[in-house]
């Protein structure tokens, strides 16, 4: 939001102006050089975006842990104090439990890392969620295993030193990432990994690290996966993602009576699709999640039955929407055409609809752009008749 200070005449006559701002602990810090002799340090108060601040140089009523005292901030983590007692839970760091009633404990709102108090200074990783904000994107092969010697016999995480078997600590391999972790990173937790869904369909849970299992469930909603890139023989096989992608198109197509209509603007019909945003914006990206949902067959459904309620306001609820109809200019006949029905085609370029059918009998001629066409000719003649002298 939009700074707004208030200086008092004491600072005007004894302090510069701010010199610079630092952002620390969820606040702006405005700082600036005090001149040598100044016995007091005067305080100011600003407001940026709406949050009222306080900033004293070095003087009364400044406490710098006054604002939001139970955040911790570690290698980008934010560790939020929790105040839970009765939840038992884990210890990130030290796999031990937490007992919420005896010890303080931390969760990270970023990445849900947990540990207790006495762990804080001990974390090592930072909160995937700036790798997800910076980087988002999967490793699409399959469990890339390149074996132990590599990582020289430590956990690829916290380096302890693993083995397959002996006395060091038993190593255990992420399919994910295909690196091998210790016990203490690596808990045996299952998910559906992406290169294994988009390149044999396969959705079974596989053991994954517990960095890798939090990255996971951050991604899982983010549509980064090109399916027609990455595997397009994929729609060759599943039946499903065809009939998912032809929904999409269709709501694509109806897109633009929604934006121009005030009846659906009002009913926010395309908040429909408020948890999966891209299908209104494109219809090649897909979520992990996307996928989850098309093998499970609960997408099929949901989409089915939003794609109806469109359809229905467009062609029956609405006169405004309904007035943009086609009539196909190839049969003449007067029922009214849309784009997105499913007997209809729609020409490449001008957009006109007609029966497919009428369209593929007379594939040559598309009787709007010949008339558009002739328009552009006669508008050209009539322009070097009026430039000629």
């Not at 570690?74 to 009633?101: A, M, N, P």
Request: glycine letters at 4%.
């Amino acid at each position: 939001g939009p700074l707004q200070h208030e200086v008092s005449p004491q600072l005007t006559s004894t302090c510069l102006a701010p010199s610079w701002w630092t952002w620390s602990r969820g606040r702006w810090t405005a700082c600036a050089r005090v001149p040598s002799g100044t016995s007091s340090a005067p305080t100011t108060s600003f407001s940026v975006g709406g949050h009222a601040l306080r900033r004293g140089l070095g003087g009364p009523g400044w406490d710098p842990d006054e604002e939001e005292p139970n955040i911790r901030v570690v290698l980008e983590h934010r560790f939020y104090k929790e105040k839970s007692k009765s939840v038992k839970q884990t210890c990130d760091k030290c796999s031990t439990i937490i007992w919420g009633l005896i010890q303080t404990w931390y969760t990270c709102t970023g990445c849900y890392y947990r540990c207790h108090s006495k762990c804080l200074p001990l974390v090592t990783k930072p909160c995937v969620r700036s790798k997800v904000s910076h980087q988002a994107e999967y490793q699409l092969s399959i469990c890339p295993e390149s074996g132990l010697d590599s990582q020289d016999y430590r956990c690829a995480e916290c380096r302890a030193p693993i083995a397959l078997r002996g006395v060091p600590s038993e190593a255990r391999q992420c399919d994910y990432t295909g690196l091998y972790y210790c016990s203490s990173c690596h808990w045996n937790d299952l998910a559906v990994v992406p290169a294994r869904a988009i390149h044999n369909w396969d959705f079974e849970p596989r053991k994954v690290s517990r960095c890798s299992m939090r990255y996971l469930a951050l991604m899982v909603s983010r549509p980064v996966l090109k399916l027609r890139e990455i595997n397009p023989l994929l729609f060759n096989y599943v039946e499903e993602l065809v009939e998912i992608r032809k929904l999409r198109q269709d709501i694509l197509l109806m897109k633009p009576y929604f934006i121009t209509c005030k009846e659906a603007m009002e009913a926010r019909l395309l908040l429909q699709l408020q948890d999966r945003q891209h299908f209104v914006e494109n219809d090649e990206m897909y979520s992990l999640q996307d996928l989850i949902d098309i093998e499970a067959g609960r997408l099929s459904c949901s989409l089915t039955e939003i794609h109806t309620l469109f359809a229905k306001h467009i062609k029956l609820d609405c006169e405004r929407c309904q007035a943009k109809g086609f009539v196909c200019e190839l049969c003449k006949e007067g029922d009214v055409l849309f784009p997105f029905d499913s007997h209809t085609s729609v020409c490449t370029d001008c957009s006109a609809v007609f029966h497919r059918d009428c369209y593929y009998d007379n594939s040559t001629t598309c009787p709007k752009c010949a008339r558009l066409s002739l328009r552009k000719q006669s508008l050209f003649q009539d322009s070097v008749a009026e430039a000629e002298p």
